[in-house]
């Protein structure tokens, strides 16, 4: 149905980008408030007497009259973990659910990743593994060193985990998802997708199998441009772009924002992250979009700053010390961190002054049970018969190899790493020997649009702006368990409230 162009505008969103800063940015294409109206018709009254005649009013390309091709009740930003969690409880409810996704298929980035679920908070913890449980009071004080007093990201931070705990348990108890058996690891608060490391395909399909039998659906390769409002200013909608390149406007009593962080936002890392901005990037897509129009309706930012690691180029490079016997070394050939401790790999490779490092391992990690771990590496991996082979191979002097093996001999058969504190996987390593050379990489933002315990995106004094809700690294989320968190909270608060 066409609109009247006076009824709804869409929000610019590129003011947002230039600016980071909260308040109402003014419409596209021109659109005016009354006042503006006013004072540009009294600007061209004292100057038509002089001027040539007036030629055709300036438009932007690609601009074009809002103009709802659909209409729904709920409208989600992205189809990762925390938009498909925020579809289903409502669509379930009865609510007309849309999810628009700038990809082929839902799953978002967290679909790629190792999957280590990190969760404290379940009653599956409780039941399987009780010494690594935690009561939302215990949550509370493990956090609050990391937070000044009263800062309501802790609180926002205890719900997260809190309900991270629900994530778990739907997917166990109610949906009869079975995760991997506990394993020897330094993670057993973790819980792993039942096929092995990066396998959470199998979880996605089974969380689309829900949010398509509670009737939710799905517009894919449909990129979010901005939101829409209405002659009240409130958000009524937002306009997309297809495939083809033909514009979508949606109408909605309700809009999720849930697209992902701005990693990929080169000019935004530099101001929240200028120790990692001259890595990297192995996400694409993630410019904060989503985030600025937020920003364009009023919202404000938290939480922005560095994220609490980086990534290797390759998984393989640090996931498999999660359950396998590996060393990693730096060129000079000395370990620089426990290999244990996967998620510090990169981060402290940096630390140590180097932007490589490489990880070794034999048959015992190259024939486990995480074969799509080492596929994602692929023809990253070689392999070498020898420990002469293997200096060739990497291209490091015979004696600094040899250094490396002899070191991680001494370490083995004493059954203790003084320099790191590695207490699991303390066994020598046998040819044929396998490594890769990996570098730093960025693959995650840290702060979005601040919201509150209900998911509601708020404004410069902290009030709720209305019809707007935000959920996953769009509100500021780091990891996959705290997103799906996101996306059950703002899935209770809309059927409550649409």
């Not at 495939?243 to 990693?263: E, H, N, Q, R, T």
């Not at 692929?378 to 191979?393: M, P, T, Y």
Request: net charge negative; proline share 4%.
């Amino acid at each position: 149905m066409k609109m009247d162009r006076r009824q709804f505008c869409a929000l610019g969103t590129a003011g947002a980008f230039a600016a980071i800063a909260g308040g109402m940015l003014g419409c596209s294409s021109g659109e005016k408030t009354p006042a503006a109206d006013d004072k540009a018709a009294d600007a061209a009254a004292n100057t038509q007497a002089d001027a040539a005649p007036a030629k055709a009013a300036a438009i932007a390309m690609g601009d074009a009259d809002v103009n709802f091709a659909q209409e729904v009740d709920i409208l989600i930003v992205g189809a990762g973990i925390s938009g498909m969690f925020a579809a289903i409880d409502p669509a379930a409810a009865g609510k007309n659910v849309l999810i628009c996704e700038q990809n082929g298929t839902f799953g978002g980035d967290a679909i790629y990743s190792a999957a280590c679920q990190m969760c404290s908070t379940a009653k599956l913890t409780q039941e399987e593994r009780p010494e690594k449980y935690s009561t939302p009071e215990e949550i509370r004080e493990k956090f609050a060193p990391y937070y000044e007093e009263g800062d309501p990201a802790l609180d926002f931070t205890v719900l997260l985990q809190t309900w991270s705990g629900k994530f778990i348990d739907r997917m166990h108890y109610d949906w009869g998802y079975e995760f991997q058996p506990l394993r020897e690891s330094p993670y057993h608060q973790a819980f792993f997708p039942k096929d092995g490391l990066c396998t959470m395909n199998s979880e996605f399909q089974l969380i689309n199998q829900k949010l398509e039998e509670a009737g939710a659906k799905y517009s894919f390769e449909t990129t979010f441009k901005t939101l829409i409002t209405d002659e009240n200013g409130e958000i009524c909608g937002a306009r997309f772009t297809k495939k083809d390149g033909s514009i979508f406007d949606v109408k909605a009593k309700a809009v999720v924002l849930a697209a992902g962080g701005y990693v990929s936002n080169q000019e935004w890392m530099t101001r929240y992250a200028p120790e990692y901005a001259d890595l990297g990037n192995i996400v694409s897509g993630r410019k904060g979009d989503a985030i600025a129009a937020g920003l364009a309706a009023g919202g404000q930012l938290w939480k922005m700053g560095p994220t609490s690691n980086l990534n290797p180029r390759y998984e393989a490079g640090h996931m498999l010390g999660t359950f396998y016997p590996i060393i990693c070394v730096l060129p000079n050939g000395k370990r620089f961190y426990c290999e244990t401790a996967v998620h510090n790999a990169a981060t402290g490779a940096i630390a140590a002054g180097y932007h490589e490092w490489y990880t070794i391992w034999d048959n015992v990690a190259q024939n486990g049970q995480d074969q799509e771990l080492l596929k994602h590496a692929g023809e990253a991996i070689q392999s070498a018969n020898s420990v002469d082979e293997l200096a060739e191979k990497m291209g490091l002097h015979i004696e600094t190899v040899q250094g490396i093996f002899d070191n991680w001999h001494d370490i083995c058969e004493a059954q203790e790493d003084a320099e790191f504190g590695r207490t699991l996987f303390l066994q020598e390593l046998q040819p044929p020997f396998y490594f890769i050379r990996n570098v730093p990489v960025r693959y995650k933002s840290l702060g979005g649009l601040k919201v509150d315990e209900q998911m509601h995106v708020l404004d410069a004094n902290d009030q709720p702006i209305k019809n707007l809700y935000a959920a996953g690294c769009t509100a500021g989320t780091e990891d996959i368990v705290p997103a799906a968190a996101s996306g059950l909270i703002v899935a209770e608060t809309l059927v409550a409230e649409v």
